[in-house]
Each structure stands twice: as C-alpha cells, then as structure tokens.
C-alpha cells in the first residue's frame, strides 16, 4: 500500500536560517511525489512536485525539494525562511496502479520566528 | 474558472440538519476529489469522481455521505442528518487526465459547523 509519513508534527526555525520539512514515503513501483501548503484558512496551494528527472526540484516561493530513492525521501527544503512561511505543510504521493488516489501525509506545522 | 470554487465558505447547521455542499473544478477538469479536514489534522480522502462517476466511493465515512457529479462538471456532496463529528473543513480538488493529469488544485474549502 502507497503511504506518507511526516516524522515531524512541528518544525521551529528563526527568520534567515534554513529550513527543512522531513517526507518519507513508501509505494510500489516509481513514486509521483508533492508538496502543498496550507495558509491559515485556506485550501492547499500546490508548491512542488517531483515525477522524473533531476532529483532536486524548484518550485513556487523559493522552496526545493530533494528526492531520494535509497532513502525514499522527499523533504522539503529553504535556504532562508521568511517569517511568511510559517503554515501547515503536506507531503504526498500519487498511487500509480490507481490513479485517483493521492495519499497525503499528517502534515507538519512550520513556525519561522523573527 | 480560473480556479476550483467552492461554496458556501462557511456553514452552520443544526444537528439533524441536511446540508449540501458545492464544488466547481477548474474548467476542462475531468477528476474531482472530496476531502475531509477536521480542525488542524490532516486529509481524510472522500471521493473521487472521473467524469460524472464515482469509481471510488471508498472514503464516505457513512451511508449519511453522499456526492454526484453532473455534465462532468459542478460536485456536490451531501451530508444528511448532520452530527457534530461532521464538523470539519471540505475540500474539492481537481485535475486533468492524461500525463499531464498528475497534481491536484485545490479549492479553499467549505467550513462547517454543526451545533
């Protein structure tokens, strides 16, 4: 079975200072991996998503993801965190035998502090 | 539209109370998918829908839950003899089909609050 686990329920990080947001996963076969975020509120916004090719992804708001197949990883990475960042993250992966399901971690609360 | 819409935003209902909630995908999308939000947690999925069917119901938590999906577009999911477990956040996303079809959007949900 397709699963996400996000180790971490919270992450604290001063303004300026890198950051990361932990993502292992566990499918069958080649894994459809993403991350969204969540402001206060709202609905999830799509950030980054990794299918094939380089294993270091770019997406909106300077964030990077790296995948790693021998880790099965996928965490969520910044250089320098913005108080702006602080949301709720979610990890997910897209179950390739059964294209409808995206199987979404627990998320991971991100406080950035000035 | 330009994105998924959802509606209303907001809802108070009184336990017992039937409720509809409406979701329209983004223009041209042929997936929609129901989930379940619940005050700070994670997502529950609901339903998906290809089209105007529903190969996976897998995620209704009770036969009180139940959505159609008409002209392969607008959703609404139903919520019969509401409980206060219900209360939570409904989300709709959507998605194209094919090779491009592989990242869901997101609408900003519908809250509600049953008393």
């Known amino acids: 079975a397709q699963s996400v686990a996000q180790p971490e329920d919270q992450v604290n990080v001063a303004e300026g200072n890198p950051l990361t947001v932990k993502c292992t996963y566990s499918?069958?076969?080649?894994?459809?991996l993403f991350w969204y975020v969540q402001y206060p509120n709202r609905g999830l916004q799509f950030l980054l998503k990794y299918i094939t090719g380089d294993n270091l992804v770019k997406g909106s708001y300077g964030f990077e993801a790296e995948f790693n197949k021998s880790q099965t990883s996928f965490h969520l990475k910044k250089p320098s965190a913005l108080v702006s960042d602080s949301a709720l993250y979610f990890c997910a992966v897209r179950d390739m035998a059964n294209f409808n399901k995206f199987y979404f971690g627990s998320g991971t609360k991100l406080n950035v502090k000035p | 539209g330009a994105g998924v819409s959802q509606s209303p935003s907001n809802k108070v209902t009184e336990k017992g109370k039937d409720v509809e909630l409406r979701c329209d995908p983004i223009?041209?999308?042929?997936?929609l998918y129901w989930y379940r939000q619940s005050l700070g947690q994670g997502l529950e999925f609901l339903i998906y829908f290809q089209g105007n069917s529903a190969p996976d119901k897998s995620g209704l938590p009770s036969d009180r839950f139940s959505a159609e999906r008409t002209g392969g577009s607008v959703s609404t999911l139903t919520i019969q003899r509401t409980q206060q477990e219900d209360s939570a956040v409904y989300l709709c996303a959507s998605s194209p089909t094919g090779s491009s079809g592989n990242t869901i959007y997101f609408g900003e949900g519908s809250w509600l609050t049953v008393v």
């Open positions: 499918v069958s076969g080649n894994p459809y």
């Open positions: 223009s041209g999308h042929t997936a």
